[in-house]
């Protein structure tokens, strides 16, 4: 995933202290309920400023002229591309939109600090890059890690939009971080290539520029390897291959209640005939 969805989603393990909804008695049941709602509605509305602030970057990176046209027409086809495969190919099915909980992967204490780690390096330090670039005059900083940016943005505002809809199944969300991270890996070379072989120090530079040039380098080099990683450890071995086993499951077990339904009909109308004809 992209990190910021993962860090920002609400915790999904059962909390062993407290009694099942099944012992509750309904007054404790309506506190239990309302509890929920205001944990929704607060993570609801930490989505909501996420969202804004994803937009923004997004205006701002998309005005600034730095970023290529097939990065700013990628997010347009991704978009499509996965409208037309919830359509068509992997459509929702009414287990999917009748379960509360959206999550696919449920990831352990170590794995939340992993990925709190590749947001800050794939989004909070390429930020600061990019803003100390504009402060310093540096071009080839702005120009090398806005586009990185702007892909990133858009691959969680897109995460956060379609976790909260029925309407996508679980091989369409997963997909969406697996798209943007290929595409994200051809610009984050780019971006190395510009700063290791495009940008020079002067010979009597100062010890704040050189730290500046090789943080940019080091943090190129780090988000290649982190969403590296990501892709070839994570995203395809293990998320992708969990989204398709719960898509179909979820298929299966729709399929069989629907014959499940048929055949409750079909004893029902024999019944009621046998009835009829004994009267």
Request: proline fraction near 5%; avoid cysteine; charge should be positive.
């Amino acid at each position: 995933m992209s990190g910021v969805s993962l860090a920002v989603a609400p915790r999904t393990e059962p909390d062993k202290t407290t009694t099942s909804a099944a012992d509750m008695n309904p007054q404790q049941r309506r506190h239990h309920q309302q509890q929920q709602q205001s944990m929704v509605g607060g993570v609801m509305g930490s989505l909501r400023v996420i969202e804004l602030q994803l937009v923004a970057f997004i205006m701002v990176f998309s005005a600034s002229g730095l970023v290529p046209l097939l990065d700013l027409i990628f997010p347009a086809f991704a978009s499509a591309y996965l409208l037309l495969l919830s359509r068509l190919a992997f459509p929702a099915h009414g287990a999917a939109a009748s379960n509360g909980s959206q999550e696919i992967f449920h990831g352990s204490r170590l794995f939340r600090l992993y990925v709190i780690v590749g947001t800050a390096v794939g989004l909070f330090l390429p930020l600061a890059y990019v803003l100390g670039g504009f402060a310093r005059g540096d071009e080839h900083a702005v120009r090398s890690a806005t586009p990185h940016l702007f892909l990133l943005s858009f691959q969680i505002l897109t995460e956060n939009i379609i976790s909260g809809l029925s309407l996508f199944s679980p091989p369409v969300r997963a997909l969406v971080p697996l798209l943007y991270t290929v595409r994200r890996i051809f610009v984050i070379i780019d971006w190395i290539a510009d700063v290791w072989l495009n940008k020079k120090l002067p010979a009597n530079a100062a010890f704040k520029d050189v730290a500046w040039f090789w943080f940019g380098k080091t943090l190129g080099v780090a988000n290649l390897v982190y969403f590296s990683i990501n892709l070839f450890v994570f995203l395809i071995p293990r998320f992708l291959p969990r989204a398709f086993e719960r898509y179909f499951r979820e298929r299966d077990e729709s399929r069989a209640k629907m014959e499940e339904d048929k055949r409750s009909a079909a004893a029902n109308k024999s019944h009621a005939a046998a009835d009829k004809k004994s009267d």
